[in-house]
């Protein structure tokens, strides 16, 4: 199949790709943006390495093709330090929030995007807002911890 | 993983979608793409066209027509958690879109994808039996509309034709005396059910008038446990009688074995589900 042009706006930044209509956006992401923070796991839409925001929440780029990015909003875990990091940036290093980091991007993607949706969430909401990012190491206490943590620092900033 | 090749269509319209899907051979409808695209990785399915609806705001949205819902069939489920029409009108969907799959998931994954895939694991298709909902359809032959009974026919076969799309589900008010109960039981976030039953049951007096009892992942399709409504309408509901009509639940039951569990498990779980469904319906209509 021939490879066609989108055009999508990545961590602010317009940029234009060629793909092929069956390229999953991780993959474009990834090999064809070099952007490799975007991890992929299982592939098959459990595992949530590959949480980005498209237009505005949180989707599995191994489970969107590339062609369906086409003029939206995407925004991966190299978009989200400002100059400082962000606040579920360094809660995750307070709080101990990974071990072997391979899930991090995952979690740290969805946990920002989870903090926009409900700035407040008890643990409960926390537990259920993130059950689509799983962590082989099992460390989830302390994930939970970090998004707790910057769930507070934000709210102070804010 | 990777799909293999085929080409790919943003239709602007439904008209168009339709157009696409019937000038096209072995053409296939991308709806939130979270059934069909791991399908096609592991190379079950390899559509030469995908016609791609993410983009036609047509097919979204929740309104009322008089006391009927509609729901747009691209409507996500988490559109469908965030609606307070659907909250007012039919809590039950939002009980069930929250027990679909996990938040990223959600975000993708649309009703009208779920009830036409037909996958007896999928959560809708059993809860609209039990609803008693309708599905407006189009193809090239203009618009119809069918019940969801009758509508699941098998693994992956629906009443859907070849060359049509659903666009919208209409659902029909549970009456004020009236009441719902839906349980699901998982091994974890993520997973299909291991058995699945939603209730929804009309009261007149103590004397249960109405009831459609829907099974998921339990058969070959989302049923009907109609041996049991059979058994349970007409009658003041007691234990008694509920554990009657969870016997015939597992004699409708006709599930495969799988890593969630073997016939028996699966069997007497559609039961238990069943029991706890018509006892949270008869607490729902009695309050």
Not at chain 2, 125 to 141: K, N, R, T, W, Y
Not at chain 2, 152 to 157: C, E, I, S
Not at chain 2, 180 to 203: I, P
């Amino acid at each position: 199949m021939a490879k066609q042009h989108i055009s999508f706006s990545l961590n602010g930044e317009q940029i234009d790709a060629l793909v092929e209509p069956r390229e999953l956006l991780v993959h474009t992401l990834r090999e064809t943006l070099n952007l490799t923070g975007t991890h992929i796991g299982c592939e098959t839409s459990h595992c949530g390495v590959c949480t980005v925001d498209l237009n505005g929440v949180s989707v599995k780029s191994c489970t969107v093709l590339a062609m369906q990015a086409h003029e939206g909003e995407v925004t991966t875990v190299e978009g989200l330090a400002n100059g400082e990091l962000h606040a579920v940036q360094q809660a995750f290093i307070e709080e101990h929030g990974l071990q072997c980091g391979f899930c991090t991007p995952g979690m740290l993607m969805r946990a920002q995007r989870l903090l926009q949706e409900n700035p407040d969430p008890s643990e409960e909401e926390i537990r259920w807002g993130m059950a689509g990012n799983l962590c082989r190491c099992t460390g989830y206490q302390n994930i939970i911890k970090a998004v707790q943590s910057a769930a507070k620092k934000l709210q102070q900033e804010a | 993983m990777i799909p293999s090749g085929f080409e790919y269509h943003r239709p602007s319209s439904v008209q168009d979608a339709i157009r696409l899907l019937n000038e096209n051979e072995d053409a296939k409808i991308l709806a939130g793409g979270h059934s069909l695209l791991p399908m096609m990785k592991l190379r079950f399915a390899e559509p030469a066209h995908l016609i791609d609806l993410n983009g036609l705001a047509e097919l979204k949205g929740i309104r009322l027509d008089g006391d009927t819902l509609c729901i747009g069939a691209m409507t996500t489920e988490n559109e469908l958690i965030d609606s307070d029409l659907v909250k007012q009108h039919c809590p039950l969907l939002v009980d069930v879109a929250k027990l679909v799959a996990d938040p990223q998931v959600r975000n993708r994954g649309t009703v009208g994808g779920d009830v036409a895939h037909g996958d007896p694991g999928n959560d809708h298709p059993a809860v609209m039996l039990a609803l008693d909902a309708e599905f407006v359809i189009q193809g090239p032959d203009g618009e119809r509309r069918q019940a969801a009974n009758g509508f699941f026919l098998g693994t992956y076969w629906t009443g859907l034709e070849e060359g049509e799309v659903m666009t919208e589900i209409r659902i029909p008010p549970i009456p004020a005396n009236g009441g719902y109960g839906y349980n699901k039981l998982k091994r974890k976030t993520g997973d299909y059910a291991t058995a699945g039953s939603t209730v929804v049951l009309e009261l007149d007096g103590a004397s249960c008038k109405e009831i459609r009892i829907g099974l998921t992942n339990v058969a070959p399709m989302a049923i009907r446990a109609e041996a049991a409504e059979d058994l349970l309408r007409g009658q003041n509901i007691d234990e008694a009688l509920i554990e009657q009509a969870a016997e015939l639940v597992m004699q409708a039951c006709d599930p495969a074995e799988d890593l969630r569990g073997d016939i028996q498990y699966k069997t007497h779980m559609a039961a238990e589900m069943t029991r706890r469904s018509i006892r949270d319906a008869l607490a729902r209509a009695g309050s």
